[in-house]
């Protein structure tokens, strides 16, 4: 089995490939998966690697950064179901990825979101000009539904990272303890929203450049 080193090996192998060929201009690479799936882990280790050898440089930027705030979900009467599809602003998102790919400011700030107190921090990362490659994980990037399936024309290259069912319900529950929730607050979350928000995830993104099974965890 595949460890998580060598998933980000072939990834960032194959996003310097494409930033030779498009000469130097920046190179926009998405790694999607369910929530729990290991994308995060694995789009950490890539900008590792990218950024190890000197050769080129990358940053990360993570789609999560576009959830909408828990006021506005309370309006829509979606906060129970936060990180769903229609829980994100997917035309920030989008417009965000354009401007990055574009790269003609000298920085861009870029929204990041804080687990810990569940809310994106605006501004809570700088990527300057000089970035070659930025490599943005998340959910939805491949997403066929729209608004959100225009944003995968956008990336030179994509991934999507797979994981079963038994393993992803697994992965999920663990990611929830530590939050001070009861197992049976644990077990909702997991089962009304995060469960079938990742096998939707799964059954429903586009087919993209590479697939990847990660061992570790998101």
């Given at each position: 089995m595949s460890t998580i080193a060598d998933n980000a090996r072939e990834i960032a192998a194959r996003a310097r490939q494409r930033f030779g060929q498009k000469k130097g201009r920046r190179v926009m690479v998405a790694i999607a998966g369910a929530p729990?799936?290991?994308k995060s882990t694995i789009a950490e280790e890539v900008v590792s690697q990218l950024n190890g050898k000197g050769d080129v440089s990358a940053a990360l930027f993570p789609m999560d950064g576009y959830h909408y705030d828990d006021a506005v979900l309370e309006q829509m009467g979606r906060r129970p179901f936060k990180g769903a599809i229609d829980t994100f602003d997917a035309h920030g998102l989008r417009h965000m990825l354009e401007r990055l790919k574009a790269n003609r400011d000298d920085?861009?700030?870029v929204p990041v979101f804080d687990r810990a107190i569940e809310i994106a921090r605006a501004g809570g990362r700088l990527?300057?000009?000089?970035?070659d490659i930025i490599v943005c994980e998340g959910n939805y990037l491949l997403s066929?539904?729209?608004?959100?399936d225009r944003l995968k024309p956008i990336f030179d290259f994509t991934v999507f990272v797979d994981v079963d069912e038994a393993d992803l319900r697994a992965?999920?529950?663990?990611?929830?303890?530590?939050?001070?929730l009861s197992a049976a607050e644990i077990t909702r979350k997991v089962e009304e929203n995060?469960?079938?928000?990742?096998?939707s995830?799964?059954?429903?993104s586009a087919e993209p450049d590479l697939r990847v099974k990660?061992?570790?965890?998101?």
């Open positions: 729990g799936s290991g920085v861009i700030a990527i300057p000009q000089s970035v066929r539904q729209a608004p959100w992965r999920l529950q663990e990611r929830w303890h530590g939050f001070g995060d469960l079938p928000n990742g096998l995830i799964i059954s429903t990660n061992p570790g965890s998101n």
